[in-house]
Every structure is written in C-alpha cells, then in structure tokens.
C-alpha cells in the first residue's frame, strides 16, 4: 500500500471513529425543535410542552422555536438547511413530511425521501367556527347563505395545501357553495379573526379554538379529524355525520431528522421524546390543552406518508390541485 493510500486509510478510519463517538455522545448540547405553525395553536402548546419535560428523559433539552409557512414546508427547509446530525429536528404536518404530493401548491428543493421520521407526535381534530353573533346555527344554515350570496362569505385556514384547506374544498364542492378563502399562518390566527369578524369562518384545531366555544364566543358547527363528538362538545356534529366524509387520514405531526442522521441518534431523540409523550406531568398539561395523544414510531410515520399519496394525491388529482 502507497504513502497515499495509508494516509487515505486512515483517514476513514478515523472519520468513522470521530462520526461514532459523536453520535454516542448525543446529545452534548440543546437539540432545536423547529415548529411549523405560529406561536398559540396545538401544535406550538404540544411542542413547548415537550420542550418543557424532554431534558429529563433526553440529558439536554429542546429549544423550541417557530418556522411558519408553506404548509410546514418552511420548518422542513430551515432543518434541511443544517447537518444531518439530530440537533436540529423539524415537527411537521402532512403537507411538509410528503411535498412531493403537494407541488401544485408549492415546489420545494427536497421530497419526503430527504427525511428520516423519528416519532409521530399526534393528531388533531379541528371545528368549523363562526362568531357567536353570526346568524348560522347549523352547518346547513351557513351553507343556505353562502349559496345565495356565492364568494361573499369568508373562511380562513391554516394554509393552502395544509389538511383544513383540502378537507374544505372537498366540502365546499360536495356542497355546492363558494367562499372567499383566506390562508393565514396557523390556527391561532384564523381563531383570532373570527373573534374579531374579520372572517365570517374558519378552521381551526379544537385546541385553539374550543376554550371560545365553551366560553360562548365562538360557535362551532362541525368537528371533523374525530370520528365521535366531543364530550364536552356533545351538540356539536361531525363532518361525518353531516356527509362529509372523504377517507381523510387524520391531520398528523410528526418528528423528523435530516436523512442520514446516526441511526443511534435518532433512536435517542425517539426513546426520549416517547417517554416525555407517557411522562405525567406532559400528559397532565395536553389534557388541559385537549391536545391528543396518538404516539407511533418510525414505521408509523411512513405508513402516515403513505396514505398521503393514497388518499390525498387521488382526491386532489380530482379537484384539479394536481400537476399530474
């Protein structure tokens, strides 16, 4: 063997050492956690949650930050943009973990074969709101109005491409009726502008949007990502039970690391975050919150992904939000 070719050799040799004790060493600093909706909603409650509890099961902790935009594409990108070495982590819903189904929306420079799924964190059930001064009781009621005065009614979601906007459309079709649409950045926002009628609707997680229910500022007319109502909530209908019900998968977050990360890192971000999701003091607070639960590992998440070209690519193929 040459002078070049040992040298060569040992270079590797060594990488392959230093790349091992580094990722056995994980974490030795705080891990970013980057959220894809604004500061207020479920997903920002449950993830600053985990943030709070995490250090206990993981030695460090979570830096949770915010990357709204582009359907969570935006949190994807800004983890992308860093080295695939589990310190910084994107939470991400349907729209961001599989893109490629969503390009009609947006084109971003990575597919979900970028991503490596390190947990499924939960999912969301999500109401249709109206002020508690509008005229509507019913989803019936607002559907009556809105065709006799068709693209005069606004709704509000949490972005184009993201599950409220699809699941919309598809109602909207199957009803007959037009609405003026207005994406905002996250849940908190569409909440917020219906309280203040600056939209006649919107949609928006239960865990932003039911505390104004119970208090008597909002009406919800429907609750769709539930296949029951809600115990609390027991007057108000789901989609379902109204004949909206087109196969959605439930809307999603999930945990992911840049493809390539050390196998026994993300194994360590896994195991740490799932005991903090059984750790009493998280579960106590996203009771409070009402944010569910529903853990799944690695497989589950690909099996998530999956469906996204099953169900959502077909449906939007159909409603002509498809570059196919």
Excluded: C
Excluded at 60 to 72: H, Q, W
């Amino acid at each position: 063997m040459g002078a070049l070719a040992r040298r060569l050799a040992v270079a590797v040799i060594a990488l392959g050492i230093f790349s091992g004790a580094a990722a056995s060493d994980f974490p030795a600093r705080p891990v970013t956690s980057i959220g894809p909706l604004a500061a207020g909603g479920g997903a920002d409650i449950m993830l600053r949650a985990i943030a709070s509890f995490v250090e206990d099961h993981l030695g460090k902790s979570f830096i949770a930050t915010n990357k709204p935009g582009g359907g969570s594409t935006s949190a994807a990108l800004e983890m992308l943009s860093k080295p695939a070495d589990g310190y910084t982590i994107a939470n991400l819903l349907s729209a961001g973990a599989a893109p490629e189904v969503y390009a009609y929306f947006r084109e971003v420079p990575y597919t979900s074969a970028d991503l490596e799924p390190v947990i499924r964190l939960g999912t969301f059930p999500y109401g249709f709101y109206v002020h508690k001064s509008a005229p509507w009781q019913t989803l019936e009621e607002f559907f009556a109005d809105a065709r006799k005065n068709p693209g005069k009614l606004s709704y509000g979601h949490t972005g184009r491409g993201v599950q409220f906007h699809l699941f919309a459309e598809a109602m909207l079709e199957k009803a007959g009726v037009k609405l003026r649409e207005v994406p905002t950045k996250g849940a908190s926002e569409v909440i917020q502008n219906v309280l203040g009628k600056h939209l006649d609707s919107g949609f928006g997680s239960t865990t932003a949007g039911k505390k104004y229910v119970l208090s008597g500022d909002l009406r919800m007319l429907a609750l769709g990502g539930s296949k029951e109502r809600l115990p609390d909530l027991p007057d108000v209908p789901t989609f379902a039970e109204l004949g909206y019900e087109f196969g959605f998968p439930p809307l999603y977050m999930a945990m992911f690391v840049k493809k390539g990360t050390p196998e026994d890192v993300v194994r360590k971000l896994h195991d740490a975050v799932k005991a903090t999701l059984e750790d009493p003091r998280f579960i106590e607070v996203a009771n409070k919150a009402d944010i569910p639960i529903v853990y799944g590992d690695a497989d589950a998440v690909r099996a998530d992904v999956q469906a996204e070209f099953d169900v959502i690519a077909p449906l939007l193929k159909r409603l002509g939000m498809s570059k196919e």
